[in-house]
């Protein structure tokens, strides 16, 4: 079992709608929990992190932490074309290990 | 400008033919790590750093070794590459654990 689970995609959504994409994770006493975009050929960068249960929002940018449920969600409104990327989960155990999921590719279509 | 320098950016190279990866950061963090990332497989800890001359294992280490002589460096040394290798390489850092990594550009290597 990964210790984090992404769906591949790629998932596509029109231009302006809302994109939401979904993480797992198997270790209970992760303690912090992160979205990356990558484009292709490019380094990740930081979107969101959150910590603690419940909603955070940022921009067009609501990510969502569900701690009983082991469930990260990273929802992004009014989809833009500029929003086609791989969308990464990533979670840090504590133990100074960050874990990846194999990520999530979004297209948004004009 | 702060950041994480990577060089190269593409290498190729023969099978055991001993080589280093560089990486360093500007902005005094504490907390480095190498990542390598193949299709399906995401990203996946190598080694990570947690200050000078502290070392550790993470998921993939097998094949590969670090160093941390001082705070902004931090090599990845391949002493006998093999092809299955042949991946991108990402170095990251942050302040401390558990908060935002910064990465680098990373480094396509290819293992002939």
């Known amino acids: 079992q990964k210790e984090v689970e992404q769906n591949s995609g790629p998932l596509s959504v029109p231009e302006g709608a809302i994109a939401s994409l979904n993480c797992t994770y198997s270790?209970?006493?992760?303690?912090?929990f992160f979205w990356y975009r990558q484009y292709s050929g490019k380094s990740p960068e930081l979107i969101m992190f959150?910590?603690?249960?419940g909603d955070k929002e940022d921009g067009r940018f609501t990510a969502q932490l569900n701690k009983a449920s082991q469930y990260v969600s990273l929802l992004i409104r009014d989809s833009q074309p500029s929003d086609s990327a791989t969308y990464l989960c990533?979670?840090?155990?504590?133990?100074?290990?960050?874990?990846f999921g194999s990520g999530t590719k979004l297209n948004v279509k004009p | 400008e702060a950041q994480v320098t990577q060089n190269p950016r593409y290498l190729i190279t023969v099978t055991g033919k001993k080589l280093t990866v560089t990486c360093s950061q500007n902005?005094?963090?504490?907390?480095m790590s190498w990542y390598r990332q193949d299709p399906g497989l995401g990203l996946r800890q190598i080694y990570y750093?947690?200050?000078?001359?502290?070392?550790d294992k993470g998921d993939v280490p097998e094949g590969y070794k670090v160093s941390r002589k001082e705070k902004r460096n931090f090599p990845l040394i391949l002493e006998s590459p093999s092809p299955n290798q042949t991946s991108l390489y990402f170095c990251?850092?942050?302040?401390?654990?558990?908060?935002?990594?910064?990465f680098g550009s990373g480094t396509q290597l290819s293992v002939l």
């Open positions: 990251a850092s942050s302040l401390s654990t558990g908060v935002k990594l910064f």
């Open positions: 959150i910590y603690s249960n």
């Open positions: 902005m005094n963090h504490e907390y």
């Open positions: 990533a979670v840090n155990t504590g133990f100074n290990k960050f874990y």
């Open positions: 750093s947690m200050n000078v001359e502290v070392t």
């Open positions: 270790d209970r006493g992760s303690q912090s």
